[in-house]
């Protein structure tokens, strides 16, 4: 047997995604089992065209991401709704009552990928986001003004002071993600938020700053939104996520692009983590010395924030001595998608078991 020293390996609870893009049709084949080879659980954003607007489309996208999951492992896709101006409180309330959907994901129109159908006069979503705090059900919100006079990189602070904050004083009840946050201020509105908030944190926006999408040249493979920002920024999504703060839990906003897509004039925004996601954020843990607090962030936090319960199966996290190699890419159809490349070495290994270690 191994030196436990030299490369300890240990159980946690299997972790969620509580963000993630499958896609559809080759690239959701492509994606669906490196989720599923990582998570018991994840909740899937409901970005398509045309966007999963009601109970009728969750149900038939949440059939067509089964029919991806390998038979080896056990996996279940949360299904989230498309808010627009036009959603009806009732049809969002069918879908929270026969469990159909579990959440409903706020994108301010022109915000990112597919937000067209989003919303531009937030008044208009007020009786949905009434019915919503009335019933429970969280609001998923993906936290940038959608304005081309605010600098892309002050996107997320001011969307928090003139969208975010009048609808939590609107609806103090109301449940909100603050989703893929990435920067210092993020986390504090959280922090001091008050009651029913909190925010998912991406792997990418643990790994890296802006410098490496743009210093000594451009690279497409690394930009997403919300955008990389400063180093502090980094910084202080690391003390968040290793805070064992239970309002911080990992959503990786696993963002699959084709190549073609990113390797181009106008690359799409997205990054593509789901194949080496929970290793890399195990090194992230190791190397800030918080491997011990991985597990209330990738396993634990998120499902209480949902009022689920944990995870009965678990995940084996083993270090190696050498670095572990990830694909660099998976095959969709004629295409393929570049998986996120942290930068620096990956010593741990994830595998999925009920077994208990021996
Ligand atoms: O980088 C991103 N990609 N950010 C988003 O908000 C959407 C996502 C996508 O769907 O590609
Ligand atoms: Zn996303």
Redesign the pocket.
Known sequence: MADPRIMPAFEIACPDDWHV?FRDGDVLKAVVPETARSFARALV?P?LLPPVRCDSDAVAYKRRILASVPDEFEFEPLMTLYLTEESEPKLVEAAAVAGTAIAVKL?PAG?????ASGVRNFDKIAPVLEKMAEIGMPLCV?GEVADEAVDIFDRETVFLERVLEPIRRRNPALKVVLE?VTTREGVEYVLNGGGGIAATITVHHLAINRNIMLSGGMRPHY????VAKRECHREALLSAATSGSERFFLGT?S?P?LKDGKETAVA????FTATCAVPCLAQIFDDTGAIDRLEAFASVNGAKFYDLPQNSGKIILEKCELPVEYSKAVSAGDDSIAVFDPGFPIHWKARRCRDKLR
């Open positions: 893009h954003m970005n994108y915000a990112t990928t597919n937000s993906h893929h930009y997403c939104l919300p906003d963002a692009h799409c925004a997205g990054i």
